[in-house]
């Protein structure tokens, strides 16, 4: 089921499913916040995930 993260910055993060969704706020977060980088971990993006 397709699931999205609404960052703080105003970005919605989308997926069709959890590997899709880590990978696009993996990428969100390189490009727009560089210093959270490896700080955020997979588990933390998924309790913030909610279905679409």
């Known amino acids: 089921?397709?699931?999205v993260i609404n960052c703080?910055?105003?970005y919605?993060?989308?997926g069709d499913n959890d590997d899709?969704?880590?990978a696009?706020?993996?990428?969100?977060?390189?490009?727009?916040?560089?210093?959270?980088?490896?700080?955020?971990?997979r588990d933390?993006?998924?309790a913030q995930a909610?279905?679409?």
């Open 24 to 41: 696009n706020a993996e990428r969100h977060l390189r490009e727009a916040h560089p210093d959270l980088v490896g700080k955020v971990t």
């Open 44 to 46: 933390q993006l998924l």
């Open 12 to 14: 919605v993060v989308r």
């Open 20 to 22: 899709e969704l880590i």
């Open 50 to 52: 909610v279905e679409a």
């Open 1 to 3: 089921m397709a699931k």
């Open 8 to 10: 703080d910055d105003g």
